[in-house]
Nanobody, 120 residues
Framework: QVQLVESGGGLAQAGGSLRLSCAAS????????MGWFRQAPGKEREFVAT????????YYDDSVEGRFTISRDNAKNTVYLQMNSLKPEDTAVYYC?????????????WGQGTQVTVSS
């Protein structure tokens, strides 16, 4: 059984940075696509970024393009989300997900989430 555990969330000021990590256990996910989603209070979960198995093809939502960077270390079975130039609207619970093919809202494997709060 795959387990995903996010860490690195917390409180940041607008313009600041945070780095999220998602560590996988239970099986090697080096052949899986990985991604990040977020859910703000009162809103639906939304896509943030995804990366293919090799790390060669990151893809971002327009709202974070140029500010966030997704990366992965397959040797550590971990995916990262570097968040720079944070805005109050980035406040949300951030979830990582894994999928053998393409990460979507219907992907099988999810973490429990980590809270990110950005103050103005």
């Amino acid at each position: 059984q795959v387990q995903l555990v996010e860490s690195g969330g917390g409180l940041a000021q607008a313009g600041g940075s945070l780095r999220l990590s998602c560590a996988a256990s239970g099986r090697t996910l080096s052949s899986y696509a990985m991604g990040w989603f977020r859910q703000a209070p009162g809103k639906e979960r939304e896509f943030v970024a995804t990366i293919n198995w090799s790390g060669s093809s990151p893809y971002y939502d327009d709202s974070v393009e140029g500010r966030f960077t997704i990366s992965r270390d397959n040797a550590k079975n971990t995916v990262y989300l570097q968040m720079n130039s944070l805005k109050p609207e980035d406040t949300a619970v951030y979830y990582c997900a894994a999928d053998p093919y393409i990460v979507t809202m219907d992907s099988q494997y999810w973490g429990q989430g980590t809270q990110v709060t950005v103050s103005s």
